[in-house]
């Protein structure tokens, strides 16, 4: 069983920075697969950016170019830095992870989730 805890989220002004952090349990972490999803209210779970354990990283058309994510395996812990936030941002941002090698942009695909981590963008 794997448990992931985020941390990190809070309220930035449009154009600021956050970073986000999950920790992870689990021996087995440097081989999974580590995604970073948002759900606006009202609408569905999104993909953000995903990375596996050989690094092949996958982001989201709207986070291209602002949003980094990178992997601390000595640590069990994935980031998610967020740079140039606009409004639109504005979601709570999910932890998850699944044990294989690809990527996957749909959230059925991951089999564990943290509890999320409210980021609000102001305009």
């Known amino acids: 069983q794997v448990q992931l805890v985020e941390s990190g989220g809070g309220l930035v002004q449009a154009g600021g920075s956050l970073r986000l952090s999950c920790a992870a349990s689990g021996r087995t972490f440097s081989t999974y697969v580590m995604g970073w999803f948002r759900q606006a209210p009202g609408k569905e779970r999104e993909f953000v950016v995903g990375?596996?354990?050989?690094?092949?990283?996958y982001y989201a058309d709207s986070v291209k170019g602002r949003f980094t994510i990178s992997r601390d395996n000595a640590k069990n812990t994935v980031y998610l830095q967020m740079n140039s936030l606009k409004s639109e941002d504005t979601a709570v941002y999910y932890c998850?992870?699944?044990?294989?090698?690809?990527?996957?942009?749909?959230?059925?695909?991951?089999?564990?989730w943290g509890q999320g981590t409210q980021v609000t963008v102001s305009s």
């Open positions: 998850a992870g699944r044990f294989g090698s690809t990527v996957y942009y749909t959230p059925t695909r991951y089999n564990y």
């Open positions: 990375m596996s354990w050989s690094g092949g990283i």
